[in-house]
């Protein structure tokens, strides 16, 4: 009998350790972790880089209040900040305070300049922005939001891609457009550079703020330090959290110097937000992840995989329907329900996660290689062929 609670329905496995792309588990089999941990792991496990900074900052400081200087922070966020739109950087533990930070941000600055009626958010309707009270009314999601009234007012919805009901649903209260850059959860559905840049005029025509959420398509992952960034599009505020960590839980919201200036002293606050220990982690995935050469390989490394995968499509048309995504955040859509597909990928030691619209979810570690691909591509097309 388990004393956790039901609210995840887990799969009958668990894991001893890992190394890099794989994961034993306990039962002493090896699988090729393309899940991990949701976008989380971006440098695998136990990377030997990681596991020497947590080795050395845990001998000398874990934790102390943000009432002191955190001088890893400083430089996260100095990193963050130069290699990015931001000015300023906010930490928190995870995506859902990052999204809410975002909000709280975006509102404030209105207050802050005279408008505080000015503080309804604009969502696409399915979205997913995280599980707190907020976060789950700001996705518009009847399965997340049951149960869990009253409703938080304050969010409008539109469909993706229904230009027209986006405009139908800005007021003279819209405080701010939040949006996925690409959908993680809803199936991996990329939001196209012409639309993020006709979506960055019209928040400059009606007044309003631009906020892209990267808390699983940033840091990385879409072979872009951030997945806007081909766009040229300069949004106002991000949320980002998952891969920064590389598996120890940070979260933080970036955002221009304009939307900064309603945060002054006492307005937000973390306990954990921004530790010394996570700080440290963090600067080290910043360091390996937002390198040049190692973009170009993740650049390379997708070319590869996605091509693959299309002609894998050719080959079985009745069971793909379409090959998603950039860089290593990777949908394939079948026809039908993803269950069982994903359970017989998983028999065959590839373990991947569903997403909305029967997408197969596929988020190897950004430093994956070439081959541990290939054999990945392998068991898909064996899948394939037995789910005929
Ligand atoms: C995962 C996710 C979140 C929530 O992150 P948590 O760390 O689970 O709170 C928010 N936004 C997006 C786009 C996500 O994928």
Request: proline content about 3%; hydrophobic content about 40%.
């Amino acid at each position: 009998m388990s004393y956790l609670a039901k609210n995840y329905n887990r799969k009958k496995i668990s894991f001893k350790f890992g190394k890099g792309s794989y994961l034993y588990s306990t039962d002493g089999k090896k699988y090729l972790d393309f899940v991990s941990g949701i976008a989380v792991n971006s440098l695998g496990h136990a990377h030997p880089k990681l596991v020497k900074t947590i080795k050395d900052q845990s001998k000398k400081l874990w934790h102390v209040s943000n009432a002191f200087q955190i001088p890893e922070g400083e430089k996260l966020a100095k990193k963050l900040c130069k290699k990015t739109f931001a000015d300023y950087v906010m930490f928190q533990n995870s995506g859902a305070e990052a999204t809410e930070a975002a909000i709280k941000v975006a509102r404030r600055y209105f207050y802050s300049i005279g408008k505080p009626k000015k503080n309804r958010i604009l969502c696409i309707k399915n979205s997913f922005h995280g599980r707190t009270i907020a976060a789950i009314f700001a996705s518009g999601s009847k399965k997340m939001t049951e149960g869990f009234g009253p409703k938080v007012p304050g969010f409008d919805h539109f469909r993706f891609g229904d230009h027209k009901s986006l405009k139908k649903k800005i007021t003279k209260n819209t405080a701010a457009i939040m949006v996925e850059t690409i959908m993680g959860e809803g199936g991996i559905k990329e939001i196209p550079d012409w639309c993020l840049k006709d979506l960055r005029k019209l928040c400059n025509e009606k007044k309003i703020l631009l906020i892209l959420d990267e808390v699983q398509c940033g840091i990385s992952r879409s072979g872009d330090f951030f997945a806007f960034e081909k766009s040229k599009v300069k949004p106002d505020i991000v949320p980002i959290a998952k891969g920064i960590g590389g598996g120890f839980p940070i979260g933080a919201v970036l955002m221009n110097k304009k939307v900064a200036k309603g945060m002054t002293p006492g307005t937000h606050g973390s306990t954990f937000g921004g530790n010394t220990l996570a700080m440290a982690v963090g600067n080290t995935v910043m360091d390996i992840v937002s390198n040049k050469k190692f973009l170009k390989n993740i650049k390379n490394l997708s070319k590869y995989f996605l091509s693959s995968l299309n002609k894998l499509k050719e080959k079985y048309p009745h069971i793909i329907k379409e090959i998603r995504g950039r860089g290593l955040l990777i949908g394939i859509q079948l026809h039908k329900d993803q269950t069982k597909f994903i359970k017989r990928l998983m028999d065959n030691k590839l373990l991947t996660i569903r997403a909305a619209e029967n997408v197969v979810r596929i988020l190897p570690p950004l430093n994956v290689k070439k081959n541990e691909i290939y054999q990945a591509l392998k068991i898909i097309n064996k899948v394939c062929l037995e789910s005929k």
